[in-house]
């Protein structure tokens, strides 16, 4: 069964720095997501990505987030420059247009130091 | 935006007995609702789900069911095993195709 992959498992960096999260949604998905979960807490979304442009985007996702589909495969999130409240795991998801059902890949951990 | 809350946060049963985890939600424009389920470091997995056009749906040992009027669904596990341990977390998804979690619940079979 096809799955939602994501680079690297654990990330860790300094603060200030840049940090580029990658997924690979499942092949015939058109929709992708981001969201986090800082430990112990509820998934939260940060933004959606649809006919290579963003959907919707939550308050968290600021100037410092970005996402792009560089080809037709990898969908990444970066961050600019980093901070200590951006430790969370990491959640890409893809999803099969018109279905409901989100895929979620098995996370990225960032440790911001 | 919507808002999900869900209770209980911590849930214990005894192997064999049911579980019940319940939610709300705040935009009644909300009309897709999947529960996951989450083991420790593990990713979320869908679970079971159920649209605005259904009040009920079961699948073996789980069912969900919707009340739209007063905008709550709830988990139901049955015959709960030890491998049932897990974090749940509810969801809700409008028309904007992005779901809003609820805070999760803990549950924990006793063997």
């Known amino acids: 069964e096809p799955e939602v992959t994501q680079t690297p498992s654990h990330q860790v960096t300094q603060m200030g720095q840049e940090v580029i999260l990658r997924c690979v949604p499942i092949s015939n998905h058109l929709y992708f997501y981001w969201y986090r979960q800082i430990l112990g807490q509820k998934v939260e979304f940060l933004v959606s990505?649809?006919?290579?442009?963003?959907?919707?985007k939550s308050e968290i996702f600021d100037d410092q987030f970005s996402v792009e589909r560089p080809d037709g495969s990898n969908f990444t999130l970066k961050i600019r420059s980093t901070k200590l409240e951006d430790s969370a795991m990491y959640f890409c998801?893809?999803?099969?247009?018109?279905?409901?059902?989100?895929?979620f890949g098995p996370g990225t951990r960032l440790t911001v130091l | 935006g919507e808002n999900v809350e869900q209770h209980p946060s911590t849930l214990s049963v005894q192997e064999g007995d049911s579980a019940v985890i319940k939610c709300t939600y705040s935009d009644s424009a909300s009309n897709y609702f999947p529960w996951y389920k989450q083991e420790l470091g593990k990713r979320p997995q869908l679970i079971i789900d159920i649209r605005s056009n259904v009040g009920e749906k079961k699948d073996q040992r789980i069912a969900v069911t919707l009340n739209k009027t007063a905008k709550h669904f709830s988990l139901h596990i049955t015959e709960t095993q030890p491998e049932d341990s897990a974090v749940y977390f509810c969801a809700a998804e409008g028309n904007d195709y992005k779901l809003s979690f609820g805070a999760g619940t803990t549950v924990t079979v006793r063997a």
């Open positions: 998801a893809s999803r099969q247009v018109p279905y409901n059902e989100q895929f």
């Open positions: 990505f649809y006919n290579n442009e963003i959907s919707e």
